[in-house]
């Protein structure tokens, strides 16, 4: 229980306070997101780990499969309509056994994935080695950004395009696609930021894409290496993060490609583009057709694992039923903050901290609650 107790501590603030201040309410609260969670994501991800593990896959590659942490941070919080419906079960499909080893296995993801803080409490979120870091910028070429005020201009035009990209196709979650990472000491007083953009096309390699739109990105994988001199970078464990100093040099690498300065203008305005195609797309978009992409999108991120497994990632039919209860989902989001109001009412801040904690960690562990 220390471990699990550890976690929701740890997280509770970001329950009442949000992202800055705000909770992600795009393209719906994510209470509502964690609600539709609850009728099939914990469930799946547990029997499809449990199976590898029985395969004899190792823990070290079961977390490389579950790229990346960000995201899997997230888990953690699938339980939060229950403050809004103490009747509904956060893992259904699970007994209380196996929802308790849901959580405790995400907690050992996460220590194989961050070699610092596995919570980021530090502001930091270490995923590379020295050695790691050290072979993406010893002796490599990088694009220096003084007096470059156009090519930096294009680096923070395609890094915001990538940024909004993430957050449409993957419903609201840009974890599944986004991960930032550091600060490294590459110099003195030098620090990189990694910013990681993956799974840019998701559903290409399967029967169809999720969106069409996202065909024509060029790569399925970007990343920035950005280095900053007087800088300070902090990283929480949701991939919030602060930047201050001055940014002195970087790369841009697309799948294995080391981009130019004019490709990585190029490339800045196709993501812009693709970025108002698919901001043309869902234009229309009902809840119910999102749950649907979410349904397709979490499913989907489960196709290596299914993969190894020899069995088919595709939704189950009937799941698809979760689009018919949008109006049970929103009802449970806002009773959850009606709930949470009356539960922190009075308290300061320590005292909220450890009150959301205990909620759910009682929830987890005791019948119930």
């Known amino acids: 229980m220390n471990k699990v107790l550890e976690v929701y501590r740890t997280l509770a603030k970001f329950v009442v306070y949000g992202a800055r201040g705000e909770p992600p309410l795009w393209p719906f609260s994510i209470i509502e997101t964690n609600w539709y969670y609850t009728k099939f994501f914990p469930k799946e991800i547990y029997y499809t780990i449990k199976a590898l593990e029985e395969k004899g896959i190792s823990d070290k590659k079961i977390a490389e499969l579950c790229w990346g942490p960000s995201a899997i941070t997230h888990w953690f919080y699938i339980i939060e309509p229950t403050i809004g419906d103490s009747t509904l079960n956060p893992f259904e499909g699970l007994s209380k ?68 990209y993430t957050i449409l196709v993957q419903a609201g979650h840009r974890a599944y ?59 929480d464990m949701f991939n919030h993060y602060n930047v201050s100093g001055d940014l002195v040099r970087f790369r841009v690498i697309a799948e294995d490609l080391n981009l130019t300065e004019e490709e990585i203008k190029t490339l800045s305005n196709i993501c812009a583009n693709v970025v108002s195609e698919g901001s043309r797309t869902i234009r229309d978009f009902s809840k119910s057709d999102w749950v649907k992409k979410i349904i397709e999108l979490r499913y989907l991120w489960l196709k290596p694992h299914k993969d190894i497994l020899g069995e088919d990632w595709s ?6 039923y979760l689009a018919n209860k949008t109006d ?9 903050e009606k709930n949470l109001i009356s539960l922190i009412k009075g308290l300061s801040p320590d005292e909220i901290v450890e009150k959301v904690a205990q909620v759910f960690v009682d929830i987890i562990y005791h019948e119930g609650a």
């Not at 220590?111 to 050290?134: A, P, T, W, Y």
């Not at 999720?210 to 024509?216: A, G, V």
């Not at 049970?328 to 959850?336: C, G, N």
């Open 328 to 336: 049970e989902a929103s009802r449970v989001a806002e009773q959850f």
């Open 315 to 320: 939704p189950p039919m009937n799941v698809y």
């Open 97 to 164: 056994e196996e929802g308790i080893d849901f959580i405790e296995k995400i907690v050992d993801i996460l220590s194989h994935q961050r070699k610092g803080d596995v919570f980021c409490q530090d502001m930091k979120n270490i995923l590379l080695s020295d050695n790691e870091v050290n072979q993406l910028v010893k002796d490599k070429e990088f694009i220096e950004t003084k007096d470059n005020s156009e090519i930096e201009k294009a680096l923070r035009g395609l890094t915001m395009s990538l940024w909004h």
């Open 177 to 235: 696609s986004q991960e930032f990472h550091g600060p490294y000491l590459v110099e003195k007083k030098k620090l990189l930021l990694i910013k990681d953009f993956f799974n840019l096309k998701p559903g290409k390699d399967a029967d169809s894409p999720i969106w069409n739109f996202s065909l024509k990105l060029p790569y399925d994988k970007i990343r920035v290496l950005e280095v900053y001199e007087n800088a300070e970078i902090q990283i």
